[in-house]
């Protein structure tokens, strides 16, 4: 069969390249992938060069469904998400079944797993408060946590209670590299570590149980507090909300991406108020790294966030001050 007549009827050798490069690359954009599937149609019809420009995005979707079709059975699938600082989607080649850190692993030892549990016990836990929800850690945040805590005042999760020699403050330092390097974390230009899109995918389910509490069952009498809800979605998107914006009203829960806020008010009919408790969506404390900083903000008798001495976030998620 003729590379044209397997692209016809489906999964190709063409497919089988591209998905080998996703594999390789764990993620991908579609700037990225016309370069890469330009060269892969190339190399199986030389007689027709085929350029960059000529990947249009509705290729591009094609190639996508077409893997998703085939590698489905294998509990594979390849997700997309709006990266919340740059907005442009970013693709992953997602595990559906297995658990991401069960999968690092395989290429991780127990010391180093248990230390990266423990950075997200920071960033989802300790750094991700009603005050401020940071939801990131900074490197001299995160080599503290080289070693195991000696005392069980904080939140364990998983197997971290079973790796207890730690890690040196060299190894945790290159472990933070390597998951940059794997794209399981992000590394902002101010020196924060965040989960980065793809981890934000893999670990969703995870993300959800480890930190929100789960409601009681039903006819289940027993007095309980309020459940906690650390990890929140946006409103519009309904995406994990690690970078944006969080309602005026620090009691509400409602959370936007910077960049979903102008849709939410469009879908409201122009109303630019929260989408849960109807306060007005003004001067809306961040979520992320920012909120490090604006965390010291006071609040009123009210519970909402006083007015910050800079105007902060716009409408559209664009910094007012500069990035010094």
Known sequence: MSNDDEEQVGYGNTHRAF???LLSRQTITYEDAKPLLAAIQTAATPNRPTLPEDISHQDFDNYVHTLNSSISPFDFEIRSTLHQTTKERVYALVNTTSDALTQMATVHSADEIAFV????????????????????????QALKLAKPPNDGNRRESGTQAHAQAGLTMSQAEKTLENMVREGWFELSTRGFYTLSPRGLMELRGWLIDTYNDQPPDEGDDDEYDEPTEKIKLCRACKEIVTMGQRCPNMECLARLHN?????????????EKCPVCKTDWVEPPPVGEKAAKAGRTSTNANGLAGRRRTSGMGMDGADDESDD
């Open 259 to 271: 960049h979903c806020v102008r849709n939410m008010f469009r879908a409201q009919g122009g109303s």
């Open 19 to 21: 998905l080998q490069a």
């Open 117 to 140: 549990k423990r950075v997200l016990d920071a960033m989802f836990d300790t750094h991700n408060t009603q005050r401020a929800e940071v939801m990131a850690v900074t490197s001299m």
